[in-house]
């Protein structure tokens, strides 16, 4: 038995010892054929590597690679305007790409990109990372440094969009807006943009009139007791500690907000796949509400005196609804009634009385003296037989008579 073990031992090792050379000899033949071989009527990146070894084509390629990255990549944005990305964003693998290669063709160099190096290329950009990554991969692999965004934008579109004159504050809330993406689901909440609560709140009610026009859903939205000066009614958000605005994509496919600086104004744009039907906001039912007088009475006020303490100001309500238009008709959600209750205008009185009137010594009227013949209707002159306003009748007088005998 120690025999036959022996035995089996030894051929066991004589078969070795024959075949581990012709394994490696087969391998060194095939490895031998496989570098000498050479590519026929092949590109790479537009690079003609026919009639080449791999080895030759690594070289050619590498070099190839070296020359490309001399340059910066010129990047189209989607408004049409230019943007420098540098060319340590991407990396190139040449080895696993003639790995590849088992045909006669055109090939593309497989190109990674490196996100974090790309960051810093984006901020304050309208694109985001989602719209600049396959057409910047593209054309990279084609060793292409011209990058258009619009090639990717086919299917997506404006759907919603809003104009906006920023203080310093709402701009870099919106700077940091600038790129936001909702998947199907997602949410955008406000606050998660920024701290400055006055900032935000004037924020907030343009993004909700934007949203409103969106089959967004609308998870968070709190009004104001009093309407704020410069908000137009129905689209009234309220940002504090203890409020929010807030929404949900509902739909399937991703959306994403776009800035623009356009020096004074800023336009922010939901960037995507168009919905079905229109949409658009509308507020309806509106009402005012008169507001009352008060009158309120206060010692501290100087007698006889008044002043408004409180201005009035008139309530008012209304409705705002979500209109849907397509082929089939109009439909309408309501996303918000609001309310708004009339400001009484308080007028505050001094309750002190009037002082009373000092006392005036009564003026007796004097007349100057008068005779009878200056009053000729004195009443207190005795009458003596005939009133001399009676007429009196005739008398007749003796006239002497002319004689002619008379002497001079």
Known sequence: MKQYGMHF???????????????????????????????????????NISGMTKEEAVVRL??????????????????????????????????????????????PLITTIDEERIA???????VTMTMVTPP????????????????VAEENEVVASMTISPTPAMRSALERMNGFEMDAGDMFSLKSFGEDFEALTPLGSSLYKLFAATPFKVLERVPHEVLPSGIE?????????????????????PYA?????????????LLGKAFVGAYESRVEEVASVPYQNVIRFSPSLPAGSSSVTQSGQTGE?????????????????????????????????????LPPPEPVEP?????????????????????????????????????PASSEEAVG
Do not use: H
Request: net charge negative.
């Open 62 to 107: 590498d070099n190839a690679v070296k020359d490309f990255a001399n340059a910066p990549f010129t990047v189209t944005l989607v408004d049409g305007t230019a943007l420098e990305v540098g060319k340590d964003v991407v990396s190139f693998n040449i080895d696993d790409t003639l790995e590849a290669i088992s045909e006669p063709g055109d090939y």
């Open 257 to 269: 907000i776009i800035v623009l600086d356009e020096g004074n104004v800023m336009t922010v744009q």
């Open 233 to 253: 009614l129905g689209y009234d958000v309220k940002i504090d500690a203890g409020s929010n605005f807030a929404v949900q994509n509902t739909e399937q496919s």
């Open 317 to 353: 309500s209304g409705k705002l609804y979500r209109i849907r238009v397509t082929e089939a008709g109009e439909t309408r959600e309501l996303l918000g009634f609001d309310f708004y209750e009339p400001v009484p205008e308080i007028v505050t009185k001094s309750s002190v009385p």
């Open 120 to 126: 810093p290329y984006l901020e304050n950009q309208p």
């Open 363 to 399: 003026i007796i009227p004097t007349f100057p003296d008068e005779t009878l013949d200056d009053d000729p209707f004195n009443d207190d002159i005795e009458d003596d037989g005939l009133n001399e306003f009676e007429e009196q009748p005739p008398v007749d007088e003796d006239v």
């Open 9 to 47: 031992f030894i051929l066991t090792c004589l078969v070795l010892l024959v075949s581990l050379p012709t394994i490696g000899l087969v391998n060194y033949l095939d490895a031998s054929a496989k570098t000498s071989a050479t590519y026929k009527d092949t590109r790479v990146a537009g690079i």
């Open 136 to 151: 910047l991969v593209a054309s990279a692999s084609k060793l292409d440094s011209n990058v258009a965004l619009e090639m």
